[in-house]
């Protein structure tokens, strides 16, 4: 496993993107109960597009910066699919680009039904974080419609082709 600074994750080569980031965030409380419920080790899950950007769904599906995830309380995990061609690349942008304009709001309703093992309880025009991640596998590569949680991501990837680039976890970098 190949431990990230911050500096490498800025420079990660473009062979690499788009990829999938999972994170924790080790301060939050909402984090500790998505990891404790799903019984895995990351809480949230984006697409990286390119260096810096990366598509996340919080309050509301937007852009962000990779740096608003190089904090010391955060951990993350990057995946990247080394099988993908240009066509699905542009794809997965083309499904990015169409949830960006749909500005869509968090799917709390999603959650109660992950709490409650009812995986299709849900707002259909809205996400929690995995879905959004998940929506690209289902209509680039034609993967069944699944509810997955973070750490469901994190035990599918590998077993679909997608390999870990590294972690950052700044608690085991030196002088951490």
């Not at 899950?45 to 740096?67: C, D, H």
């Not at 995990?77 to 099988?83: A, D, I, Q």
């Not at 998940?134 to 590998?158: A, H, I, M, N």
């Amino acid at each position: 496993m190949r431990l990230l600074n911050k500096e490498q994750i800025i420079n990660l080569p473009d062979h690499f993107f788009p990829m999938v980031v999972l994170a924790d965030n080790r301060k939050s409380f909402f984090s500790k109960a998505i990891k404790a419920h799903t019984h895995g080790q990351y809480s949230h899950a984006m697409w990286m597009r390119e260096p810096f950007l990366v598509v996340s769904q919080n309050g509301r599906l937007a852009e962000k910066y990779i740096t608003d995830y190089l904090q010391p309380w955060y951990r993350l995990k990057f995946f990247s699919y080394p099988e993908m061609s240009e066509r699905e690349e542009s794809e997965i942008h083309q499904c990015l680009n169409a949830q960006l304009a749909r500005r869509s709001r968090y799917d709390w309703l999603g959650i109660v039904g992950q709490l409650f093992n009812i995986r299709k309880l849900n707002f259909s025009s809205r996400y929690y974080c995995s879905e959004a991640v998940w929506e690209p596998f289902v209509k680039v590569w034609g993967y069944q419609q699944t509810y997955p949680s973070p750490s469901e991501l994190d035990s599918r990837l590998p077993r679909i082709g997608w390999e870990i680039v590294g972690i950052y976890d700044p608690t085991l970098l030196p002088g951490a």
